[in-house]
């Protein structure tokens, strides 16, 4: 297993890489000089000059990418261009909260998902099952920003139930984590079912039957254990489509996560934090899908990786 | 796996080029009652956008601010917005631009991701090893935040806007096709233009490229409602289309201001998206359950 995490880990250098291309290359994309619109237009020549020198932008490419490289490598990631704070302690001052709303939302989106994926999978293409399914249609296609603002709508503006935005209290977390999960629980549902249906009609759920096993021990036991390993992928796969819908979800409700930071940077046009953003977003996709490999030996010892 | 391999669609159709095929495919999408309902939906968006201007009085970008925030009313029967406007007006207006966003988007999935693919799949080795490896480096991004990062660098603006969600989407294409490729390449005809002395450029486009095309639809169908969600998402966020163009995404950003006095400037414009999204969902689910050979009738 420590081997497996080893390899796993440094499997992960050649996406490193890739991303770190990406990233280096978006800034050398922006249409005129960097150092210019990094500066922003009351800059004087002489500011950009120290700019430019800073950023090396005065070097052949590969000099600058090797040294990009070795900056990311020692987790420098630039200083904001607004704040002239280090990256890297804006990003680290905003990702507990995207974590803590990352984590209620996953955590709400499988409450949900995966007993609505059982029942559905347990009475096929009934009135229960059409519920579910046409439910996560919907759930797939509305705009989670839009579902953002009619839960506010309803429960901060008619209802005066919860607060319509901000943190500092359990009540804050509800409605952007409700809405963040939205977005993720459709799939498990639909995942949950189709997996459940074909573990409801193997033979050890047939032999676990016959046996006079409780149907909720059937289902719980045996068919939903086994089913598990394509629901944890889907649940991995889904954080990514949550990061995402975390830079929507924090702005509707005034989050202050690296999704509002990654919005206002942009908007500011701060690169430096653009950047930084976008690589620990990419960071903690690979960190979670490496996450779900680990947890299918857990679920399933059947799977020995070494 | 992209959405349109998972049930298997991903295969030689060439079945599908018979009549018998292309009929028993008509018949199977129309009792599906689902994906018809897609359909129906799709063809009344397409209608508001392309009768737009009979459709609606006026200039829906024109304020007026004498009519702000007016409720629904026999007049308006979606309410006016912040600055006067229809927003029943501006919604059908919106359908030509998210309508052109999403076929924008998918042209440029297609043009950049189906080449890759081809080739990528077709010759193998180093190009195939360094097509692959970028692919990989584009996927550790979420669509949407790809999307973001290269609006972010392009500007805002509907051209802009379609360029970065089809670059965003250009990783799909490319493992969808070469995963098809891969199927095809190895098929008799293939051998048989290849032993016959046709160039690969040839055998890509007159071979190849059209046994693909089924999945290639079914993809599309399915990327248009995420290109219609991701635009929507950066109009939402300020960095997508720009305001006064009617934007669904960008109507409901401007909304956001007024939940508290009329809610219903929010309301219209989302449910503009969902339906439009869920449209063409349905389609696409609809076209892969059709083409499904494990779907019998």
Same mark, same amino acid.
């Given at each position: 297993m420590f081997n497996f995490i080893i390899k796993r880990l440094l499997s992960m250098i050649p996406v490193l890489i890739g991303i770190s291309l990406l990233l280096f290359f978006m800034l050398r994309?922006?249409?005129?000089d960097p150092a210019q619109v990094l500066a922003?237009?009351? @800059?004087s020549p002489e500011e950009i000059e120290t700019i430019r020198r800073q950023l090396g932008l005065d070097r052949p490419i590969y000099e600058q990418y090797l040294s990009y490289l070795s900056r990311l490598a020692h987790l420098d990631l630039g200083r904001s @261009?607004?704040?002239?704070?280090?990256v890297i302690e804006e990003v680290w001052a905003r990702l507990p909260n995207t974590m803590l709303l990352a984590v209620a939302a996953i955590s709400m989106a499988c409450l949900f998902g995966i007993p609505a994926g059982v029942i559905s999978a347990m009475r096929p293409y009934t009135w229960v099952d059409y519920l579910v399914t046409m439910a996560s249609l919907f759930g797939t296609s509305m705009p989670v920003f839009w579902l953002g603002i009619m839960l506010v709508v309803v429960?901060?503006?008619?209802?005066?139930?919860?607060?319509a935005g901000g943190t500092g209290s359990w009540q804050h977390v509800i409605l952007p984590s409700v809405t963040l999960a939205s977005f993720v629980v459709a799939f498990i549902a639909r995942m949950t079912r189709s997996t459940m249906l074909e573990t409801l009609n193997q033979d050890y759920t047939t032999t676990a039957r016959s046996k006079g096993l409780k149907e909720n021990v059937v289902v719980i036991k045996h068919a939903l254990k086994n089913a598990l390993i394509p629901i944890v992928t889907v649940v991995g796969l889904q954080f990514g489509l949550l990061l995402g819908g975390a830079v929507l979800t924090e702005t509707v409700f005034a989050w202050p996560g690296l999704g509002r930071l990654i919005v206002d940077s942009i908007l500011a046009r701060d690169y430096p934090v653009i950047q930084g953003t976008i690589l620990i977003f990419g960071l903690l996709y690979i960190l979670v899908n490496l996450a779900v490999d680990i947890l299918y030996v857990l679920i399933d010892p059947r799977i020995r990786y070494d | 796996m992209t959405e349109a391999t998972e049930k298997g669609?991903?295969?030689?159709?060439?079945?599908?080029?018979?009549d018998t095929g292309l009929r028993r495919f008509c018949l199977k999408l129309r009792r599906n009652k689902a994906a018809l309902a897609g359909g129906v939906m799709l063809l009344i968006y397409l209608a508001a956008a392309l009768l737009a201007p009979l459709l609606v009085?006026?200039?829906?970008?024109?304020?007026n601010l004498s009519m702000a925030?007016?409720?629904?009313?026999?007049?308006?029967p979606l309410g006016t917005d912040e600055l006067g406007r229809s927003i029943l007006g501006r919604i059908i207006y919106g359908a030509r631009v998210s309508l052109l966003i999403a076929v924008g988007v998918v042209a440029v999935g297609l043009f950049i991701g189906v080449p890759l693919g081809l080739v990528s799949g077709y010759f193998g080795g180093k190009i195939d090893f360094g097509i692959q490896r970028a692919t990989d480096a584009m996927l550790a991004f979420p669509g949407f935040l790809l999307a973001l990062a290269l609006v972010s660098v392009l500007g805002a603006g509907i051209k802009n806007t379609m360029i970065s969600i089809g670059i965003s989407m250009v990783p799909q294409y490319i493992r969808l096709v070469r995963a098809c490729v891969l199927t095809v390449r190895a098929e008799v005809y293939v051998e048989a233009a290849r032993a016959a002395g046709t160039r690969d450029g040839m055998i890509l486009w007159r071979h190849i490229l059209p046994n693909v095309m089924v999945p290639i639809t079914v993809q599309t169908s399915l990327s248009m409602g995420t290109a219609i969600l991701f635009a929507a998402g950066l109009g939402f966020l300020g960095i997508g289309v720009q305001p006064p163009t009617p934007e669904w995404g960008t109507m409901l950003g401007s909304a956001r201001n007024y939940l508290f006095h009329a809610p219903h400037v929010a309301t219209f414009p989302g449910l503009a998206i969902l339906l439009a999204v869920l449209s063409f969902n349905l389609l696409g689910d609809g076209l892969r359950d059709a083409l499904d050979p494990r779907f019998k009738l």
């Open positions: 994309m922006l249409p005129g922003g237009q009351m @800059a @261009a607004r704040t002239q704070n280090p429960f901060s503006v008619i209802l005066r139930w919860l607060p | 669609v991903c295969r030689p159709p060439h079945e599908f080029s018979t009085q006026g200039d829906a970008a024109a304020p925030l007016e409720t629904p009313s026999p007049q308006e």
